[in-house]
């Protein structure tokens, strides 16, 4: 069974309107990450929640917000897209208390914009 | 200077040979990761490694933390194997930190 599941696999969203990307886990962990991926490079990180401490990156645009309402779900609210944004979003989770944990990732979202 | 620098960036092999990818990291890190990642997008983690070795089937892991050095070997390797292969050390922040992955494919 999945564990980190991510909704939907595949927006399309037009240019300007506000878009929402969700994520949930079941595995408990306290720590979930937002990745953009563009075509043929590696994932860049977006932002991250440790418990509820908010993590952004330096160079994520101000477009982009995160809400974290409870350590299950993960929302990618991305305020005003532009063609730029088109991409895979990829969600995942990691658990700090137990030193070597895992992430582990959803199937990612892929997100277009026209 | 990448933080992160894995060789080499394309492989293609025949299939049954032994493959070693190679990861270098510049920066401190609490883990590493290694991710395989499929034509689709999806990611699987393979390993999480802080020292020593790991093996899961026909993949091994290693790790040498003095040397900010870590290989991925797969062994036998079979067509379902290609893949990106991703290392990601992960920071003092938890963050992951992304090598530009390889390129693995794997011929009948």
């Known amino acids: 069974d999945a564990m980190v599941i991510q909704n939907p696999r595949y927006q399309v969203t037009q240019f300007g309107k506000p878009v929402t990307l969700s994520c949930s886990q079941t595995l408990n962990h306290n720590v979930m990450y937002w990745y953009q991926q563009k075509s043929s490079q590696a994932p860049k990180l977006l932002f991250h929640y440790y418990d509820k401490d908010f993590n952004n990156e330096a160079d994520t645009p101000d477009n982009f917000q995160s809400r974290r309402p409870n350590t299950s779900f993960c929302f990618l609210d991305i305020r005003s897209p532009g063609l730029g944004d088109a991409a895979m979003y990829l969600c995942?989770?990691?658990?700090?208390?137990?030193?070597?944990?895992?992430?582990?990732f959803g199937q990612g979202t892929r997100l277009t914009v026209v | 200077k990448n933080e992160v620098e894995q060789s080499p960036q394309n492989l293609t092999a025949q299939e049954g040979e032994f493959i070693t990818i190679n990861c270098s990291y510049s920066?401190?890190?609490?883990?590493l990761h290694w991710l395989q990642q499929h034509p689709g997008g999806g990611i699987v983690s393979l390993f999480m490694?802080?020292?020593?070795?790991k093996k899961h089937g026909r993949l091994i892991a290693t790790i040498n933390i003095q040397e900010k050095h870590s290989s991925l070997h797969i062994t036998a390797s079979h067509p379902r194997d290609s893949a990106v292969y991703i290392c990601a050390p992960r920071g003092s922040n938890y963050q992951l930190i992304w090598g530009a992955g390889t390129k693995l494919i794997i011929k009948p």
């Open positions: 490694l802080s020292s020593g070795k």
């Open positions: 995942a989770t990691s658990r700090t208390d137990r030193g070597n944990a895992e992430a582990f």
């Open positions: 920066v401190g890190i609490s883990a």
